[in-house]
């Protein structure tokens, strides 16, 4: 059943390069877990950043748990929660996001893959968090 005049908690973004050309993983890939890992000051950083800059009320955000994964490939996948207002002004409860540090570890940089602002988008993103072996706590 759809959800009805729900407000996503987010604005659309659109890759930038080099990750929007990538090509999509091989057919039958499954994915891979990583081995968590604590996430220094400034991976943090460029965590909020990035989330804070996805929220349609930037002002408003608040950030609950953060986590993190290696990857063999050597990617750090992130997965945490955050909240903020909505287009109404009201406050939404914590939603879900993930994405991956890219960048060095001087300069990381965080590509948001996605916030779970509706019940299907939270089922997906818990999803691929647990898939990638980064335990949420709520």
């Known amino acids: ?11 659309q973004v659109f890759l930038p390069e080099p990750y929007s050309s990538m090509p999509p993983p091989p ?3 499954t994915v891979e877990a990583g ?8 991976q943090q950083e460029a965590v909020v950043t990035a ?5 349609k009320n930037p002002t408003s955000v608040q950030f609950g748990s953060m986590d993190g994964a290696r990857t063999s490939r050597g990617l750090i996948v992130v997965c ?9 002004g009201s406050y ?4 879900p996001f993930i994405g991956v540090l890219m960048g060095s570890e ?3 940089d965080f590509v948001v893959v996605g916030i779970g602002s509706t019940g299907r988008e939270r089922a997906e993103v818990e999803s691929l968090c647990r898939e990638r072996g980064v335990a949420q706590k709520v």
Do not use: F, I
Not at 35 to 42: E, N, S
């Open 35 to 42: 081995k968590p890992v604590r996430l220094d000051p400034k």
């Open 106 to 108: 001087a300069h990381p």
């Open 51 to 55: 989330v804070t800059r996805w929220m």
């Open 1 to 11: 059943m759809p959800e009805a005049n729900v407000d996503t908690a987010h604005n």
């Open 27 to 29: 057919p039958g890939e």
């Open 80 to 88: 945490g929660q955050v909240s903020g207002k909505n287009s109404a």
């Open 92 to 95: 939404v409860a914590l939603s």
